[in-house]
């Protein structure tokens, strides 16, 4: 069974930076991708980035581009999302997903509080 386990949520400061991460079990090798979503009260869903395990490719969102870094690290199966300069207008749960590619997505985490105070 797979399972996504989002840590490292919290409260910072606009202009600070926290760093989430997606641990993930249950998949038998890196023929998958994980993908961080977003979603603030009273509003959709927003798909932030993407990264592909087995070969490392990754996709951005424009909201984020310059500021959010998406990487893995294989042997300890854990994606990481690295928020620099973040913005009130980041504040959200933050939600990891799991597919075979960067879209649609099986597996969904549970989601970890983001909150950027102004």
């Known amino acids: 069974e797979v399972q996504l386990v989002e840590s490292g949520g919290g409260l910072v400061q606009a202009g600070g930076s926290l760093r989430l991460s997606c641990a993930a079990s249950?998949?038998?090798?890196?023929?998958?991708?994980i993908g961080w979503f977003r979603q603030a009260p009273g509003k959709g869903r927003e798909a932030v980035l993407c990264?592909?395990?087995?070969?490392?490719?990754?996709y951005y969102s424009d909201s984020v581009k310059g500021r959010f870094t998406i990487s893995s690290d294989n042997a300890k199966n854990t994606v990481y999302l690295q928020m620099n300069s973040l913005k009130p207008e980041d504040t959200a749960v933050y939600y990891c997903?799991?597919?075979?590619?960067?879209?649609?997505?099986?597996?969904w985490g549970r989601g970890t509080q983001v909150t950027v105070n102004s």
């Open positions: 249950g998949f038998t090798d890196d023929s998958y991708a």
């Open positions: 997903a799991a597919g075979a590619l960067c879209w649609p997505y099986d597996y």
């Open positions: 990264i592909s395990v087995s070969d490392g490719s990754t």
